[in-house]
């Protein structure tokens, strides 16, 4: 049987992970470990939060110190996609780092956000708002469908 502490390192491995450009569906382990294992779901959520906000640094760091390499067929984010989230970026701001949580776009915002310098800080306190957020509405629904 797994220990609480293997479960909690699956869960932030995940929540990293699916921040970065890798696909990953974290929001399904973390229903499975408070559905199923009975992990408290306080924890559940702060130890996915940390990870996923964690991960979307990693994006930052690449937008600060990878972007001149955006032309590259490698760069893990399309030129346009970047283009894209740079503008919204510009049009609204820092706000726009609440929806980095998002399936689609997400990861390009977070990397925009490296490009135009957005200050450490800053960064991790608007995207960790959005990111604790969406776990906590997971971990909610998931406390009210069992």
């Known amino acids: 049987m797994l220990t609480l502490l293997s479960l909690l ?27 199923e294992a ?11 939060g940390t990870g996923n906000t964690l991960g979307s640094l990693v994006n930052w760091v690449m937008g600060c110190y990878a972007a001149t390499y955006r032309d590259r067929r490698w760069f893990p984010v399309s030129k346009a996609g970047l283009d894209r989230a740079e503008n919204l970026f510009r049009r609204y701001g820092i706000w726009t780092l609440f ?35 969406r776990y906590a509405v997971v971990a909610y629904g998931t406390l009210q469908f069992q």
């Open 9 to 35: 390192a699956g869960l932030f491995w995940s929540a990293f992970l699916a921040a970065t450009i890798l696909p990953g569906a974290s929001e399904l382990l973390l229903i499975a470990v408070i559905a």
């Open 99 to 133: 929806f980095a949580w998002w399936p689609i776009g997400g990861d390009a915002l977070t990397l925009a956000a490296g490009v135009l310098k957005v200050p450490m800080p800053i960064f991790l306190f608007v995207v960790g708002i959005g990111k604790f957020a």
């Open 38 to 48: 009975g992990v408290d779901p306080v924890v559940a959520v702060l130890v996915a």
